[in-house]
């Protein structure tokens, strides 16, 4: 008989022969690696919806702020309404099925374009968003905490920190997709001009064109994933076995223990202003460069992809410093700086703004698996409807970008930058209260 990765008696051996715990289970180290490719797919969709903010009112003729801001309604709209759906496939058939059913459904969602771009119709994209994004949020309500049940509770935020790293790697992808294929081949404005209707509708056509393409190879992308899962034996945590067990409580009661659990209440309304501040200030550091600074459309998307890249190698640095330093203490550390970033961009409408624009996303590289797992600590049995609760708060991103656009339709895209200072300074008071109270188990790691 075959023995699977599941079979083997050392998948729950969390510590090494110095007593330290592993950062991931010794037979789950090619599952995570599989999950790892999911975090880079995600944010490939994830950031190309940003650059997307922009596209939309460059093609759609008279479109203002808000309504542009509405694919991101539409986008993370999807990720608040199936992520109690996803948290139901998790308890009932566990996280790989989650995966598997939010790559699905993704994919789906990428090949819808394909129709939208055909018939020049808003509405039509917005639907394909929101099923993208109706994949994704499953496959991320599944996939984080699949990461952090991969080894022992002492790692759980390291471990999805690394995990979360390889996410701003596929958004930096989303991004050159965005800022190489699309808007530097989009027909200008001043081309239009002159433009009989027939001619409009065909300018229209290939700009459309050009967006299809990105989301299809991100579908195809999702399909190959999704394969390599399904045909991957023995991925599963030994967490799941554990709640499975006869004696094992189910879901009854789990949202008033949830509701009375302060770290994870107040971590869910953190994770939102948290999410709504990365969303707003990636959907409008182009706008920023064009409107603000006076830069073209193609060096503006260039300053986007900075931002991310940034983004990146923020974050391993931030899971290396993990190791040394308290997760909350580090978070309040890094939201300070984002507040005082996002208001220089405020107070300094030239480059100089721009730059710290741009810097907001070292900041924004800690916040959502350190919050994540901060607020997923202790929670046991509840952790899938716990995380469940996480991804809902992605709403933040749908409520707030909207928000932000009304705001710079009012008084200019360098005041909009309120928004997410006033986001991050929410994110600073959830880090507050993390160190200044006392919870049940103790501290994800030991101060230095």
Same mark, same amino acid.
């Given at each position: 008989?075959? @023995?699977?990765?599941?079979?083997? =008696?050392?998948? &729950?051996?969390?510590?090494?022969?110095?007593?330290?715990?592993?950062?991931?289970? #010794?037979? *789950?180290?090619? =599952?995570?690696?599989?999950?790892?490719? %999911?975090?880079?797919?995600?944010?490939?969709? !994830?950031?190309?919806?940003?650059?997307?903010?922009?596209?939309?009112?460059?093609?759609?003729?008279?479109?203002?702020?808000? &309504?542009?801001?509405?694919?991101?309604?539409?986008?993370?709209? !999807?990720?608040?309404?199936?992520?109690?759906?996803?948290?139901?496939?998790?308890?009932?058939?566990?996280?790989?099925? +989650?995966?598997? @059913?939010? *790559?699905?459904?993704?994919?789906?969602?990428? /090949? *819808?374009?394909?129709?939208?771009?055909?018939? *020049?119709?808003?509405?039509?994209?917005?639907?394909?968003?929101?099923?993208?994004?109706?994949?994704?949020?499953?496959?991320?309500?599944?996939?984080?905490?699949?990461?952090?049940?991969?080894?022992?509770?002492?790692?759980?935020?390291?471990?999805?920190?690394?995990?979360?790293?390889?996410?701003?790697?596929?958004?930096?992808?989303?991004?050159?997709?965005?800022?190489?294929?699309?808007?530097?081949?989009?027909?200008?404005?001043?081309?239009?001009?002159?433009?009989? =209707?027939?001619?409009?509708?065909?300018?229209?056509?290939?700009?459309?064109?050009?967006?299809?393409? #990105?989301?299809?190879?991100?579908?195809?992308?999702?399909?190959?994933?999704?394969?390599?899962?399904?045909?991957?034996?023995?991925?599963?945590?030994?967490?799941?076995?554990?709640?499975?067990?006869?004696?094992?409580?189910?879901?009854?009661?789990? /949202?008033?223990?949830?509701?009375?659990?302060?770290?994870?209440?107040?971590?869910?309304?953190? &994770?939102?202003?948290?999410?709504?501040?990365?969303? %707003?200030?990636?959907?409008? @550091?182009?706008?920023?460069?064009?409107?603000?600074?006076?830069?073209?459309?193609?060096?503006?998307?260039?300053?986007?992809?900075?931002?991310?890249?940034?983004?990146?190698?923020?974050?391993?640095?931030?899971?290396?410093?993990?190791?040394?330093?308290?997760?909350?203490?580090?978070?309040?550390?890094?939201?300070?700086?984002?507040?005082?970033?996002?208001?220089? +961009?405020?107070?300094?409408?030239?480059?100089?703004?721009?730059? %710290?624009?741009?810097?907001?996303?070292?900041?924004?590289?800690?916040?959502?698996?350190?919050?994540?797992?901060?607020?997923?600590?202790?929670?046991?049995?509840?952790?899938?409807?716990?995380? !469940?609760?996480?991804?809902?708060?992605?709403?933040?991103?749908?409520?707030?970008? =909207?928000?932000?656009? !009304?705001?710079?339709?009012? +008084?200019?895209?360098?005041?909009?930058?309120?928004?997410?200072?006033?986001? /991050?300074?929410?994110?600073?008071?959830?880090?507050?209260?993390?160190?200044?109270?006392?919870?049940?188990?103790?501290?994800?790691?030991?101060?230095?």
């Amino acid at each position: 008989m075959t @023995t699977t990765d599941s079979d083997r =008696p050392d998948v &729950q051996d969390g510590r090494r022969a110095d007593g330290s715990p592993r950062l991931v289970y #010794p037979a *789950l180290v090619v =599952p995570f690696v599989l999950l790892v490719t %999911c975090f880079a797919a995600w944010g490939s969709a !994830a950031n190309l919806t940003d650059v997307l903010v922009g596209v939309f009112r460059k093609i759609f003729t008279g479109m203002n702020n808000f &309504q542009s801001g509405l694919v991101q309604f539409a986008y993370y709209g !999807a990720y608040f309404t199936l992520a109690i759906p996803a948290a139901f496939i998790n308890k009932r058939y566990g996280y790989k099925t +989650g995966v598997l @059913t939010g *790559l699905g459904l993704a994919a789906v969602g990428g /090949l *819808l374009f394909i129709p939208a771009s055909r018939l *020049l119709t808003y509405g039509l994209f917005l639907a394909a968003l929101f099923v993208l994004a109706a994949g994704l949020s499953i496959l991320e309500t599944s996939a984080n905490p699949f990461a952090i049940a991969m080894g022992p509770e002492e790692t759980a935020t390291r471990r999805l920190n690394l995990a979360q790293s390889f996410n701003p790697v596929g958004a930096n992808i989303g991004v050159l997709l965005g800022a190489a294929l699309i808007l530097p081949n989009l027909t200008q404005e001043e081309d239009k001009a002159g433009l009989s =209707p027939e001619q409009l509708v065909a300018s229209q056509e290939r700009d459309l064109g050009l967006v299809l393409g #990105p989301y299809l190879g991100i579908a195809l992308v999702l399909i190959l994933i999704w394969l390599l899962i399904f045909f991957r034996k023995g991925m599963h945590s030994p967490v799941e076995d554990v709640e499975a067990a006869p004696g094992a409580q189910g879901s009854a009661g789990v /949202l008033g223990r949830l509701v009375r659990n302060g770290h994870y209440r107040w971590g869910v309304v953190a &994770q939102f202003f948290n999410v709504g501040a990365q969303v %707003c200030t990636w959907s409008f @550091t182009i706008q920023y460069a064009e409107e603000v600074v006076g830069w073209s459309a193609g060096a503006a998307g260039w300053a986007l992809q900075a931002s991310l890249l940034l983004f990146l190698f923020s974050r391993f640095l931030m899971f290396y410093l993990l190791g040394r330093i308290r997760p909350t203490k580090l978070l309040l550390v890094m939201a300070v700086l984002g507040v005082v970033l996002a208001l220089v +961009g405020v107070l300094s409408p030239n480059l100089v703004g721009l730059v %710290c624009v741009v810097g907001i996303s070292l900041s924004l590289s800690l916040m959502f698996p350190t919050i994540y797992g901060v607020a997923l600590q202790g929670l046991g049995e509840d952790t899938k409807f716990g995380a !469940a609760g996480l991804v809902m708060a992605i709403l933040g991103g749908a409520l707030l970008t =909207p928000v932000m656009g !009304a705001v710079a339709d009012a +008084g200019g895209f360098a005041i909009a930058f309120l928004v997410p200072a006033v986001a /991050l300074a929410a994110v600073a008071g959830y880090a507050l209260f993390d160190l200044t109270t006392k919870r049940h188990s103790e501290a994800l790691v030991s101060e230095v």
